[in-house]
C-alpha cells in the first residue's frame, strides 16, 4: 500500500507513520532523512542538494523530487511505502502524479491549532541526556529539572510560540490545500488527531482498510 500522511506540525503524524510502516511492513520515508541520506551517499541528486544546502539556499522542488524518486525505486518500496512530508505543495503532488506512482491512500491528521500550540509551546527537553517532558501532560518532579540528569530544562527554538505560529502559517498556506487535491481523487481519509495515540492508530488503521 502507497500511502501519504498529511497534517500540521505537531499534529503526531511522524508517530502514526512510524506505527502504521511497523504494521505493514514498509518503509516510511521522510523528505528531511532521505535528503540526508543521499548527501552522505553522494547520488547524483543528493549532490545537486549539496550544492544549495551549501549556498545557504532551500533545495528546490525539482531536486527534492529527483531525490524522492530515487527513493522510491528502492527494493523495499516494492510493496509499499509511507511518505511523510512529501507532498508539501500542489505542484510537488502533481510531480508525483506525473512519475507515474499511484498513491492509495492519503490521511491526514485534523488536530486544531490550539491543541497544537499547546503541544509544542509545552515542550521542554534536556540538553544533556535528551528527555522531553511536557509543562501539562509529562512534569518533572521538580519544576524545570530534569529527572534524569538534573539538568535545567530548556525550550526548543523550534517549539517558541512565534515559530509555532509560522510553522502553522505555511502549513496553512502551502500544505493544506492538498487534502483538496486529495479529496478529488476519492483518496482522502481525515482522521481525529485528539486522544489517546492506540485511539489514533485504530481509526489511522480503519480510515486505511476502509
Known amino acids: 500500500m ?3 500522511f498529511l497534517g500540521a506540525p505537531g499534529a503526531g503524524k511522524g508517530t502514526q507513520a512510524e506505527i502504521i510502516a511497523d504494521k505493514y511492513n514498509i518503509p516510511t520515508i521522510s ?3 532521505i535528503i540526508r541520506e543521499a548527501l552522505k551517499n553522494g547520488t547524483e ?27 522510491l525505486a528502492k527494493g523495499d518500496c516494492e510493496n509499499g511505502f509511507i511518505l511523510d512530508g512529501f ?20 490521511v491526514d491528521i485534523e488536530v486544531p491549532d490550539e491543541a497544537i500550540a499547546e503541544r509544542m509551546t509545552g515542550r521542554r527537553v534536556c540538553p544533556d541526556c535528551g528527555a522531553s517532558y511536557h509543562l501539562v501532560n509529562k512534569t518533572p518532579a521538580k519544576e524545570g529539572v530534569c529527572d534524569n540528569c538534573g539538568a535545567e530544562l530548556v525550550q526548543r527554538k523550534d517549539d517558541a510560540p512565534e515559530t509555532v505560529a509560522d510553522r502553522l502559517k505555511v502549513y496553512h498556506d502551502q500544505t493544506e490545500p492538498l487534502k483538496g487535491y486529495y ?3 476519492g483518496k482522502l481519509r481525515i482522521v481525529e488527531g485528539l486522544g489517546d495515540v492506540a485511539d489514533i492508530t485504530a481509526n489511522v488503521i480503519k480510515a486505511l482498510e476502509d
Open 87 to 106: 507532498p508539501r505543495t500542489i505542484p510537488q503532488a502533481e510531480a508525483l502524479d506525473s512519475m507515474g506512482i499511484n498513491i492509495d491512500k492519503v
Open 2 to 4: 502507497n500511502i501519504i
Open 183 to 185: 479529496e478529488k481523487t
Open 45 to 71: 541528486m543528493g549532490l545537486k542538494a549539496k550544492a544549495f544546502i551549501e549556498a545557504g539556499q532551500l533545495v528546490p522542488d525539482e531536486v527534492v523530487i529527483g531525490i524522492i524518486k530515487e527513493r
Open 31 to 33: 523528505t528531511g532523512n
